[in-house]
């Protein structure tokens, strides 16, 4: 039985697909986080910054003490705030001269892809700059504030939400994984290995009935799946028996083939010498014993040949299709001479003279003398070919005056032993010309078939005949 590696299974690539998704849509979700988180810094700032001044607007000093305004400029976190309420300016804390500016951010302008855009630029900037703000205070919208800051606390305070975010997705996806993984392994991943698992036991012994998939319940896509390979091992266990059945009888029907042909030689042997008997009579029904012997022998030929189970090899070749249809009346024509029949066949040939086709001459000749002698023993007096060219084959119409095909010889009709018309027939003839006609890449099939006649048709494939005769030539 064939092993796979964990890593290479089912559960592995789902396993490690689920984590992926969820990953990636931790990554979706924490992107637009991220810019939010920065703006909410921003905004805290800003109120706490609006909150310092008007604590020192609030005072009954002209003038803040520097303590004070340190005091107040190092718990909001900025070095220097300035505030305007419409056109009145309120108190500005941080008087001496702030570092260089480094950055502008007009919180007002904001938005979805900037915010995530200058989080990530925060993230990257790992040495310190130096930001102005300015935005309306979340206290009140009409004050406007700005302030000037450092960019490295809010990184840091960034860089610990990200963290959390981090370890957070890490923990969702894991839990998720696991959920999904273990939800797939149940509904799916564990029926499709019964199913590999009992198909690999199927090929291994498939005369084993224990290697049968269990029948499942399951109404969905599994359950159809394991019904559909359960009937269809049951269905291939019966043709592989029938199969051997057949090739067993195949091998003891040639057995039984060559000692029927040496009692056969004898018979015919007696029938010779009862052809030169002074006896009228006995001459007489000599011709019809020695047509039973015929007939006797070309029964166990189709018999054996068909038994063989196996296709005769091509030899494939642009053949001319008016010279191989003539041979093969003349082959007919010549059997039914030796056969007595009440009227004449008669064969008529309307092909045209330069329509060629690509095939094994001897095989195909087998094919049209199979056909046409059935026609003649089911009744038929005259057979009409004719022949129609199609852009990849031509299509050969075999007609005759028959009497036509009963219903139930026209239900089996290329079945072996089931499709002959006549009595004493064993129906191999058209079974075998089918089978011929599709190894050539044709077709055989029933056009009509009444009263008046019945009709059949052969598809051949064309031969570029021109073209290989001048490879020939050359």
């Known amino acids: 039985m064939m092993k796979t590696r964990w890593f290479s299974g089912l559960s592995a690539k789902l396993l490690l697909l689920?984590?992926?998704?969820?990953?990636?849509?931790?990554?979706?979700?924490?992107?637009?986080?991220?810019?939010?988180?920065?703006?909410?810094?921003?905004?805290?700032?800003?109120?706490?910054?609006?909150?310092?001044?008007?604590?020192?607007?609030?005072?009954?000093?002209?003038?803040?003490?520097?303590?004070?305004?340190?005091?107040?400029?190092?718990?909001?976190?900025?070095?220097?705030?300035?505030?305007?309420?419409?056109?009145m300016w309120l108190p500005m804390l941080g008087t001496d001269m702030p570092p260089g500016i480094d950055a502008h951010h007009i919180l007002d302008d904001g938005t979805f892809f900037t915010l995530i855009g200058d989080a990530f630029m925060t993230l990257m900037h790992a040495d310190n700059r130096v930001l102005r703000v300015i935005g309306p205070s979340p206290l009140?919208?009409?004050?406007?504030?700005?302030?000037?800051?450092?960019?490295?606390?809010?990184?840091?305070?960034?860089?610990?939400?990200?963290?959390?975010?981090?370890?957070?997705?890490?923990?969702?996806?894991?839990?998720?994984?696991?959920?999904?993984?273990?939800?797939?392994?149940?509904?799916?991943?564990?029926?499709?290995?019964?199913?590999?698992?009992?198909?690999?036991?199927?090929?291994?012994?498939?005369?084993?009935?224990?290697?049968?998939?269990?029948?499942?319940?399951?109404?969905?896509?599994?359950?159809?799946?394991?019904?559909?390979?359960?009937d269809m091992q049951s269905t291939v266990r019966q043709a592989l028996t029938q199969r051997l059945h057949l090739a067993a009888l195949g091998e003891a029907v040639v057995k039984i083939n060559h000692d029927l042909r040496n009692i056969l030689s004898s018979a015919q042997l007696v029938s010779d010498r009862l052809a030169e008997s002074d006896d009228p009579r006995v001459r007489k029904a000599t011709p019809a014993l020695?047509?039973?012997?015929?007939?006797?022998?070309?029964?166990?030929?189709?018999?054996?040949?068909?038994?063989?189970?196996?296709?005769?090899?091509?030899?494939?070749?642009?053949?001319?299709?008016?010279?191989?249809?003539?041979?093969?009346?003349?082959?007919?024509?010549?059997?039914?001479?030796?056969?007595?029949?009440?009227?004449?066949?008669?064969?008529?040939?309307?092909?045209?003279?330069?329509?060629?086709?690509?095939?094994?001459?001897?095989?195909?000749?087998?094919?049209?003398?199979?056909?046409?002698?059935?026609?003649?023993?089911?009744?038929?007096?005259?057979?009409?070919?004719?022949?129609?060219?199609?852009?990849?084959?031509?299509?050969i119409l075999l007609a005759d005056n028959g009497p036509g095909l009963p219903p139930v010889a026209r239900e089996n009709l290329f079945l072996p032993f089931k499709g002959s018309a006549r009595d004493g027939g064993t129906g191999l003839g058209l079974a075998i010309a089918r089978e011929l006609v599709v190894a050539h890449g044709g077709s055989l099939r029933l056009a009509a078939t009444g009263t008046t006649g019945t009709r059949f048709i052969v598809e051949l494939p064309k031969a570029a005949w021109r073209n290989e005769r001048r490879r020939q030539s050359a």
């Open 290 to 395: 020695l047509q039973a012997i015929n007939r006797a022998v070309a029964l166990c030929s189709q018999v054996v040949l068909f038994s063989q189970a196996r296709r005769p090899t091509l030899e494939m070749a642009a053949e001319p299709l008016h010279d191989l249809l003539e041979e093969a009346g003349d082959m007919v024509l010549a059997l039914g001479e030796t056969m007595q029949q009440e009227a004449p066949w008669h064969w008529n040939n309307t092909v045209d003279p330069n329509a060629h086709i690509r095939g094994d001459r001897r095989q195909l000749l087998r094919v049209f003398e199979n056909v046409t002698r059935n026609a003649f023993e089911a009744g038929a007096t005259e057979v009409t070919l004719s022949a129609t060219e199609t852009p990849d084959c031509w299509s």
């Open 140 to 230: 009140d919208h009409s004050v406007r504030v700005e302030v000037i800051m450092d960019e490295k606390p809010m990184r840091d305070a960034l860089l610990d939400y990200s963290q959390r975010i981090l370890q957070l997705s890490l923990f969702i996806s894991t839990i998720t994984a696991a959920l999904v993984y273990l939800a797939l392994q149940f509904i799916i991943v564990r029926p499709i290995g019964e199913l590999t698992r009992s198909m690999l036991r199927f090929r291994a012994a498939p005369e084993d009935e224990t290697t049968d998939i269990e029948v499942s319940r399951r109404r969905d896509e599994i359950g159809v799946a394991k019904r559909v390979l359960a």
């Open 18 to 87: 689920t984590v992926l998704f969820v990953m990636l849509a931790e990554v979706l979700i924490y992107a637009p986080s991220a810019g939010r988180f920065r703006l909410t810094f921003l905004q805290n700032r800003l109120s706490d910054a609006h909150l310092a001044v008007l604590a020192v607007s609030g005072s009954t000093e002209q003038k803040v003490r520097p303590a004070m305004e340190k005091t107040l400029l190092l718990h909001v976190g900025v070095h220097a705030i300035e505030a305007r309420l419409g056109q």
